[in-house]
């Protein structure tokens, strides 16, 4: 096994062999499924679920290994209460029940209310989803992919994806998330010790 056997090669050919795995692998693409049908503004699927699929298949481990949640983002700057986002919440407990992992959603037009008081900066209102995935702490995690109606897969990966398939944890210093970082980067060595980790 050489689970560093797409490392280096050009950004098509490793977005095909992402899309590949995204559609073998049931508890990656079901969700993709079902939130295409929940149809939420902008909506992405993002972050571990996909980058730590792509790890557990390169390395043979079993699917779902390591993953806590799904996390699925979407934006609507139209009502920003917290009330709103809560609906869309509950309504997606009843969508989401049989997914194997369970799935978190969020409304990237209210980071910035709360980031703060969470993470002690002020941060600009987000534009859309994608301009989320360029503040995530590591630029390895900022990946994210929609289904298309017509069974395409979109992608947004603003940093590539040789990070991923290098197994690098590599920082993303937009903001000041040190903490996060170093967190999140321990706790993915103790489950795929093939990681190399870049220090903050």
Known sequence: MNHLRY???TFEEQRDILFDIVRSQPVVYDPLVTARAFGL???????????????????ERPPGNGIRDVDLFYFDDG???WDAEDQVIKRGEGVFAASEIPVEIRNQARVHLWYPEKFG???????CTDESLKRFSSETHAVGLRLENDGTLDLCAPFGLDHIFSFRVIPNRVLLNEPGYSAKAKRALEVWPELSVEPW
């Not at 503004?41 to 390395?59: D, E, F, H, K, S």
């Open 121 to 127: 900066q002020e941060v600009s209102p987000l534009t």
């Open 41 to 59: 503004p902008q909506w992405r699927m993002v972050a571990g679920i996909i980058y730590n699929t792509v790890w557990n298949v390169l390395t």
């Open 79 to 81: 009502d920003l209460s």
């Open 7 to 9: 490392a280096g090669l």
